[in-house]
């Protein structure tokens, strides 16, 4: 039997080598004609890539939609509760001709529309995410907030308390919209 040497076997493997090398280099022309693509096959593609994309659209624009509710829902209890506490210790000064009417008063109207503002930027950010009946009702609340705020102001002592009232009573109904929309 026969030993191998190192370097005969070295030889022989980078002659190996280079034949299929040169095998391998020789079928790789380029193939002649013109690349073509099957219609239907083409067709097939872009529905599926329409469809792909609608769907992901709509995916965003419910995630926005929901964001928008959370946003605005979440914090409407709390920022429209404080114009309702503020409003109420107004009520209780005129009712009992206190002293500090005129302070609760303004603090009041003052609380109102700041509720009124920030409901309504909240609305503002959502830009069009809100579902537009949702949108309605938050409008209609700070106009609301804004009409009981402008008849606060204008309340003294010996105001009739008509207008006040019916504003009252309009604030009270589009909160509760609200509230039962969130």
Same mark, same amino acid.
């Given at each position: 039997?026969?030993?191998?040497?190192?370097?005969?076997?070295?030889?022989?493997?980078?002659?190996?080598?280079?034949?299929?090398?040169?095998?391998?280099? /020789?079928?790789?022309?380029?193939?002649?004609?013109?690349?073509?693509?099957?219609?239907?096959?083409?067709?097939?593609?872009?529905?599926?890539?329409?469809?792909?994309?609608?769907?992901?659209?709509?995916?965003?624009?419910?995630?926005?939609?929901?964001?928008?509710?959370?946003?605005?829902? /979440?914090?409407?209890?709390?920022?429209? /509760?404080?114009?309702?506490?503020?409003?109420?210790?107004?009520?209780?000064?005129?009712?009992?001709?206190?002293?500090?009417?005129?302070?609760?008063?303004?603090?009041?109207?003052?609380?109102?529309?700041?509720?009124?503002?920030?409901?309504?930027?909240?609305?503002?950010?959502?830009?069009?995410?809100?579902?537009?009946?949702?949108?309605?009702?938050?409008?209609?609340?700070?106009?609301?907030?804004?009409?009981?705020?402008?008849?606060?102001?204008?309340?003294?002592?010996?105001?009739?308390?008509?207008?006040?009232?019916?504003?009252?009573?309009?604030?009270?109904?589009?909160?509760?919209?609200?509230?039962?929309?969130?």
């Amino acid at each position: 039997m026969r030993v191998l040497h190192a370097r005969r076997f070295g030889s022989v493997c980078a002659i190996v080598a280079v034949s299929v090398g040169s095998v391998l280099v /020789g079928c790789a022309d380029r193939v002649p004609g013109t690349p073509t693509t099957d219609a239907a096959d083409v067709a097939a593609y872009k529905t599926t890539a329409a469809a792909s994309s609608s769907a992901a659209a709509s995916s965003r624009a419910a995630a926005a939609r929901d964001k928008a509710i959370s946003d605005n829902c /979440g914090q409407f209890a709390t920022t429209t /509760g404080t114009g309702v506490t503020a409003y109420n210790d107004f009520v209780s000064a005129h009712d009992s001709n206190a002293p500090d009417y005129a302070v609760k008063r303004e603090t009041a109207a003052s609380t109102l529309d700041n509720a009124a503002t920030k409901v309504e930027t909240g609305v503002s950010t959502a830009a069009g995410a809100l579902p537009t009946e949702l949108a309605d009702k938050f409008t209609a609340y700070v106009a609301a907030a804004r009409e009981l705020a402008a008849q606060t102001r204008k309340m003294t002592y010996s105001s009739p308390v008509g207008k006040l009232n019916e504003a009252s009573r309009a604030i009270n109904q589009a909160r509760t919209a609200v509230h039962e929309a969130c």
